[in-house]
């Protein structure tokens, strides 16, 4: 069975960081992209970082861009969200996801249609 788990998230403080890790279980991590994702409070999911697995490219989005990497563990299926400079507007559930690629139409599909796991939170708060 195919299963993501994501961890890592928790209470910081504006200006922290925080490192989330999104776990594979079912398949490895050879093909394809890795995508994060989240959900504030009260607003729509949206992307946030991908990785393709194919070639390592990485693409973020504009709000986090200088502040979060992505990144894969070499030696074990697991890729990381190194999340730097915190600030309230980060508050969300993040999820991640296995995804085609990292063209806009492949996260899109996959915030239409999912599916998602059980996430983790993170709050950005003094």
């Known amino acids: 069975q195919v299963q993501l788990v994501e961890s890592g998230g928790g209470l910081v403080q504006p200006g922290g960081s925080l490192r989330l890790s999104c776990a594979a279980s079912g398949f490895t991590m050879d093909r394809y992209a890795i995508a994060w994702f989240r959900r504030g409070p009260g607003k729509a999911r949206e992307g946030v970082s991908c990785l393709s697995l194919n070639d390592g490219r990485t693409v973020y989005a504009d709000s986090v861009k200088g502040r979060f990497s992505i990144s894969k563990d070499r030696a074990n299926d697991i890729v990381y969200l190194q999340m730097n400079s915190l600030n309230a507007d980060d508050t969300a559930v993040y999820y991640c996801?296995?995804?085609?690629?990292?063209?806009?139409?492949?996260?899109?599909?996959?915030?239409?249609?999912?599916?998602w796991g059980q996430g983790t939170q993170v709050t950005v708060s003094s």
């Open positions: 996801a296995f995804i085609l690629d990292c063209t806009k139409d492949s996260q899109q599909t996959q915030m239409r249609s999912g599916p």
